[in-house]
């Protein structure tokens, strides 16, 4: 049984049905029926937390849930709160106050749980055949980004990037992947400012 049927059956011992327990914690019935058909961990943080209280149980507790008793214990998946930020400027710390917009859970099975990790909200269609608008990138931040691979770039001082990358002897390429075909691959050199912020190793959807 997944996650979310677990959930749901939760739900329904608490409330007697999905959209009975909506309404007690005050979320829209299409939401939290979304948040079920679509997957718990694509859901906005403020979301779960209003659902795990209305069960409650932990945020954290929501990883590991295995059997729909309500008075039993509920296994854990150990889970690292990770900042979403809008964007990276120059000149500014990459959590200042105006970049931060956000947190996410994500269990540390599906990431370095020793490395510093963020979350960048994808912005425009450049990387559309990967990412959509409003996504959140999780960045392995200071990692190093091999030749192929999906990073987060910041050339000549302007706000960071997400593409693929790409080393031709001094050269560096950033590869657009998209449907747009007004995106062209941007070639940099040894005269350009090139600050490989981190490596993409997993991306969320929030709805």
Do not use: W
Request: proline share 4%; with cysteine; charged share 30%.
């Amino acid at each position: 049984m997944t996650k979310e049927k677990d959930l749901k059956r939760l739900m329904e011992i608490k409330s007697g049905s999905v959209k009975a327990f909506s309404e007690e914690v005050g979320l829209a019935y299409t939401t939290v029926r979304s948040i079920l058909e679509r997957g718990i961990f694509n859901a906005k943080v403020e979301n779960v937390i209003k659902i795990c209280k209305g069960l409650d149980i932990k945020p954290e507790d929501i990883m590991g849930i295995e059997k729909p008793k309500v008075e039993s214990s509920i296994e854990t998946l150990p889970v690292k709160k990770i900042p979403v930020v809008s964007k990276i400027s120059a000149g500014l710390p990459i959590y200042s106050e105006e970049n931060l917009i956000d947190y996410i859970y994500f269990a540390t099975d599906k990431i370095d749980s020793n490395k510093e990790e963020f979350g960048l909200k994808v912005s425009g269609d450049s990387m559309d055949k990967i990412f959509q608008d409003g996504d959140v990138v999780v960045i392995e931040k200071d990692s190093t980004v091999e030749n192929g691979q999906l990073g987060v770039v910041m050339i000549n001082g302007y706000n960071a990037t997400v593409k693929r990358i790409r080393y031709n002897g001094d050269q560096i390429i950033l590869i657009p992947e998209s449907n747009n075909p007004n995106h062209y691959p941007q070639v940099y050199g040894l005269n350009d400012e090139v600050k490989i912020v981190g490596r993409v190793v997993a991306s969320q959807r929030l709805f």
